[in-house]
């Protein structure tokens, strides 16, 4: 049987998933943009623009990019043009690379980071016309909470763009795939990050995120309707759309 991904924590402590979670991002998170373009060959960032591309139409204004780590959504979302972006994560030595690259960028007026639990947030209903996840809900110590956290902030008629690595459904594809994600990429984490547990988590956690269909049905129990699944680059990440 499928173990639930909220089960799945990065440390064999016996502590809270979210404890766990903020620091292992806090731990590795000076290293984090490096490794994370080099094990997706720089992909990753066209994942990003396909997302933003999607939700271009409705033109959103407000947006927040939840669990943002170290910006990249966030900075990406600055193409459509919007009056404001929150971006929120818990570990604040992410943050901090996201705030030393918005100082860079000189974007500080549109773009403000902001530490905060996507389950319990502290915004008003319907603040926001898009919110958009890369990379997070699968850290969400309870996904349906934090899920239905970020439908409350999305006012009706926005929309959700989420992003999460999957398994591609080709077998040859799907073999490749394993082999660099479940062995080359926790030796590589270990080599270059701090947290010889992070890669691992990653790839144990991955496999235990009810991908395509099945997180779509959880989106609709959460609070948002019309969902849709597009995988990307054969299915090793998947997009998931949804209007409120
Ligand atoms: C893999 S990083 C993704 C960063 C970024 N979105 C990207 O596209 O590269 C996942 C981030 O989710 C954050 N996170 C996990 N659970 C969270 C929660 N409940 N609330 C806010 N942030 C959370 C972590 O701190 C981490 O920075």
Redesign the pocket.
């Known amino acids: 049987m499928r173990i639930q991904v909220e089960k799945i924590r990065p440390y064999s402590e016996s502590n809270d998933k979210?404890v766990q979670?903020?620091s292992m991002?806090d731990n590795i998170a000076h290293r984090y943009d490096f490794l994370?373009h080099l094990l997706s060959a720089g992909i990753d960032i066209l994942w990003?623009k396909r997302a933003i591309q999607e939700i271009s139409i409705i033109n959103p204004k407000r947006i927040m990019d939840?669990?943002?780590?170290?910006g990249?959504?966030a900075f990406e979302a600055l193409k459509l043009n919007p009056e404001k972006i929150v971006a929120?994560?818990?570990?604040q030595n992410?943050l901090d690379v996201g705030i030393l690259k918005n100082q860079k960028r000189g974007t500080e007026s549109i773009i403000e980071f902001v530490k905060?639990?996507?389950?319990k947030l502290d915004f008003e209903d319907e603040s926001f016309d898009a919110v958009t996840v890369?990379?997070?809900v699968r850290?969400?110590?309870n996904l349906k909470l934090?899920l239905s956290e970020l439908a409350r902030v999305t006012r009706a008629g926005g929309m959700i763009a989420v992003l999460e690595p999957s398994f591609p459904t080709n077998p040859l594809v799907k073999f490749v795939f394993q082999l660099h994600f479940k062995y080359l990429m926790p030796v590589i984490g270990r080599i270059f990050s701090r947290d010889p547990s992070a890669y691992s988590y990653l790839h144990n956690s991955v496999e235990a995120f009810p991908e395509g269909e099945k997180f779509c049905e959880i989106l609709k129990a959460s609070g948002f309707r019309d969902t849709k699944h597009l995988p990307l680059s054969f299915g090793i990440c998947t997009l998931y759309l949804a209007y409120k």
Request: no cysteine; proline share 0%; glycine share 18%.
């Open positions: 979210k979670i903020e991002f994370n990003r939840m669990a943002t780590g170290t990249d959504f929120v994560d818990l570990s992410m905060g639990d996507s389950e890369g990379f997070g850290n969400f110590e934090g």
